[in-house]
C-alpha cells in the first residue's frame, strides 16, 4: 500500500499539540514508507532488463534523466567551476600561492560541488517532474487502473526512474566536475594569470581515486534519494490539482535538504578519521 | 458474489458512506445511482480495495476485499474489469498499447492475439481507427470508451464501470448499453454500472440501487423501483421525466428491439 490516496489522519479541530503529534506520526511513516518503496523498487531492478518493454521504459528515463539535463548541469558546473576559481584564486594571490589554485578548486568540485549541484540540478529538473507526474496519475485514477491490473505502481512507474536516476547521477556529477575544473582553470590563466598547465597539474596531482570514488558514490546516493522522495510524495498525492502542486513543491524542498544533509554526513564518514 | 455489510467510509470530518449495504449476485447487472458526490465512485474503489473502509466489510464470495492484502489482494483483483470514471489511461501508452496492457502484464498470450483482442475490444467500443493516436490526442468520450475497452479486453468475471456513457452522444451510449448488456449475457459477467442514465439504466438492469446523503435510499428492481413512493426516488425519476406510464412503453419499444 504505497498509495494511500487519503490523510492518513484527520487532524481537524484536535488541539494544536496533537497536530504536532500526528505531524510527527506522518513523517515517522513516510520514511517507512520511503525505505519499503525503495527496497521494493531495488528488488524489482532485475526484472527491469528481462522484458522489452520495461527495457525501453528505462532507457527512455535515462534519456530524460541524462541527457535531457545536459544544458543545465553543463551551465551549472562551468559557472560553479568559475566562481569556485576566482574566489578561491583571489585569496590566494593575497599569499603568493596561486600555483595551489588547481588543487583547491579540484578538491571542492570532486569532492562537495560537483555531487551537491548535480543533485540540486537533477531534484529541480528531474525530481521536481516526477512527483508531478505521479500524482497526476494519482489524481485521475491511473496509479489506481495500474493496480487493478495486479501492475505493481513501484515495480511500473518508480524502478525505471529511480533506476536512471541512480545510473545517471554518478555520470552527470562527473561531467559537471571535469567542467568545473576546467571553468575555474579558464578563470585562473585569464583572470589571475595562473597558467593553465600549471593549474592543471596542480589539480590532477592533488586528486586520489578515493575522493573520486566518495564523490560518485555521494552522487549515487543523491540520485536514489532525490528518486525515492519524488516517488514517495507523487504517490501521496491527495485533493486533485492543488495536491499535484503541494507535492511537487515538498519533493524539491526534502530533497534539497536531504542532500545536504546526507553530503554532510557521508563527507564525516570518510574524511574525519579518529 | 459481492457484498457489503454496513460499509462505512469517513474521509476527514466528512461522512461520505454511511452503513451501505447490499449484495450483487453472480451474472447480474446492478446499477448504481444517486445525485453528484455522493460516493458512488467511492463504493465501487472499495470493491476492488483501493479504499479501505473505516467500517464495515466487503466480500467476494467468502473472500474479504477489506482487509486483503499482497499477494490475496491481487487475486482478487485479477477477477475485476473496471473502466474508471476518467478512462485513466495511461499517456504514454497508444490506445492500443493502453488497452493491451492487461493481456500483456496478466496473461501468456502470443502477441499476435493480443494484438487480435485488442483490436477486437477497439471494434466493440468504435475506436479501431484511433488505436495508434495518444490518449491526449482523443476526445474525453473516446478516452472513456478506450477504458471501457481496456476494463473488458481479458475475462474476468466482474466488470464495474463508472459511468460508461456520461459524456457521450445519445447513439455512441446506446452502443455502449449495448455492449454492456451483450458481455453481461455472452460471458455471464457480474456488472456493476454507476450511471446518470436512469432510463437506460432501468431497462438493461436486474436491480437499481440508489444512494443519497450517503445512504441507500433503495435497492429493487426497476420495476419496483418506477412504482416506489419514496420521496427521493419520485424527485429523481421526475428530475428525469419518467412516469410508470411511460417506462412501460419504453420497456416494450426496448424488448422489441432485443
Ligand atoms: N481521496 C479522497 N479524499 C477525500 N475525500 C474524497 C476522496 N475521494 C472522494 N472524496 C469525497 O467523497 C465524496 C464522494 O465522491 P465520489 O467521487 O464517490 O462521488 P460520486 O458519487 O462518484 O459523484 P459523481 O457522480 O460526480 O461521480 C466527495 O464529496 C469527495 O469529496
Ligand atoms: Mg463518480
Redesign the pocket.
Known amino acids: 500500500m504505497v498509495v494511500t490516496?487519503?490523510s492518513v489522519f484527520n487532524k481537524n479541530g484536535k488541539s494544536f499539540f496533537k497536530v504536532i503529534l500526528l505531524q510527527m506520526c506522518e513523517m515517522f511513516a513516510a520514511i517507512g514508507m520511503s525505505v519499503i518503496m525503495m527496497c521494493e523498487a531495488l528488488s524489482a531492478f532485475p526484472l527491469l532488463f528481462f522484458k522489452k518493454d520495461s527495457r525501453k521504459n528505462v532507457f527512455s528515463q535515462m534519456y530524460i534523466v541524462g541527457i535531457r539535463t545536459l544544458p543545465v548541469i553543463t551551465v551549472v558546473g562551468l559557472f560553479t567551476g568559475m566562481i569556485l576559481g576566482l574566489q578561491v584564486g583571489l585569496a590566494l594571490t593575497k599569499f603568493n600561492q596561486e600555483s595551489f589554485l588547481g588543487a583547491a578548486v579540484m578538491l571542492s568540485l570532486i569532492r562537495e560541488m560537483a555531487p551537491f549541484v548535480t543533485g540540486i540540478c537533477l531534484s529541480a529538473c528531474v525530481g521536481s517532474a516526477i512527483a508531478a507526474e505521479l500524482g497526476t496519475m494519482v489524481v485521475n485514477d491511473e496509479v489506481a487502473a495500474l493496480e487493478i491490473m495486479s501492475i505493481s505502481p513501484v515495480r511500473y512507474l518508480v524502478a525505471p526512474r529511480l533506476g536512471a536516476l541512480a545510473v545517471m547521477s554518478p555520470f552527470l556529477a562527473f561531467y559537471a566536475c571535469v567542467l568545473g575544473v576546467v571553468g575555474g582553470g579558464l578563470i585562473g590563466w585569464t583572470q589571475l594569470a595562473v597558467p593553465f598547465r600549471q593549474y592543471m597539474v596542480s589539480a590532477m596531482s592533488i586528486a586520489l581515486p578515493k575522493d573520486l570514488f566518495v564523490g560518485l558514490f555521494k552522487s549515487l546516493i543523491f540520485g536514489i534519494v532525490i528518486g525515492v522522495v519524488s516517488s514517495r510524495e507523487g504517490f501521496s498525492t491527495?485533493?486533485g490539482a492543488t495536491g499535484v502542486g503541494k507535492a511537487t513543491q515538498r519533493s524539491v524542498i526534502i530533497s534539497f535538504l536531504l542532500i545536504l544533509v546526507l553530503g554532510y554526513m557521508v563527507t564525516r564518514a570518510f574524511y574525519l578519521e579518529f | 458474489m459481492i457484498r457489503c455489510e454496513n460499509l462505512t467510509k469517513i474521509?476527514?470530518d466528512?461522512v461520505?458512506l454511511d452503513n451501505v449495504s447490499f449484495s450483487v449476485s453472480k451474472g447480474e447487472i446492478f446499477s448504481i445511482v444517486?445525485p453528484?458526490?455522493?460516493?458512488?465512485?467511492?463504493?465501487l474503489k472499495h470493491l476492488v480495495g483501493l479504499f479501505r473502509p473505516t467500517s464495515g466489510k466487503v466480500f467476494l464470495q467468502d473472500e474479504e476485499v477489506s482487509s486483503a492484502s499482497g499477494k490475496k489482494l491481487e487475486k482478487i483483483r485479477e477477477r475485476f474489469g473496471y473502466l474508471f470514471?476518467g478512462g485513466a489511461l495511461l499517456g504514454w501508452l497508444s490506445v492500443a498499447e493502453n488497452v493491451a496492457l492487461p493481456l500483456k502484464e496478466l496473461t501468456r498470450l502470443k502477441e499476435d492475439e493480443i494484438n487480435r483482442q485488442v483490436m477486437d475490444a477497439l471494434d466493440a467500443v468504435g475506436l479501431k481507427d484511433a488505436a495508434d493516436l495518444f490518449p491526449a490526442e482523443i476526445s474525453g468520450g473516446m478516452q472513456k470508451r478506450a477504458g471501457l475497452a481496456r476494463a473488458i479486453v481479458r475475462k474476468c468475471d466482474i466488470v464495474l464501470y463508472?459511468?460508461p456513457t456520461s459524456g457521450l452522444d445519445p447513439v455512441t451510449a446506446i452502443t455502449i448499453n449495448n455492449l454492456i448488456k451483450r458481455i453481461n449475457k455472452e460471458r455471464g459477467i457480474t456488472s456493476i454500472v454507476?450511471t446518470?442514465d436512469l432510463a437506460n439504466a432501468l431497462l438493461f438492469s436486474d436491480r437499481i440501487m440508489m444512494i443519497k446523503d450517503s445512504k441507500v435510499v433503495i435497492n429493487a428492481t426497476p420495476d419496483e423501483f418506477v412504482a416506489s413512493a419514496n420521496k427521493d426516488v419520485q424527485e429523481f425519476l421526475d428530475a428525469q421525466f419518467i412516469t410508470e406510464e411511460s417506462y412501460k412503453r419504453m420497456k416494450v419499444e426496448y424488448e422489441k428491439k432485443q
Open positions: 490516496r487519503e491527495k485533493l | 474521509f476527514g466528512s461520505v444517486g453528484s458526490g455522493t460516493g458512488k465512485s467511492v463504493t470514471q463508472d459511468e454507476v446518470h
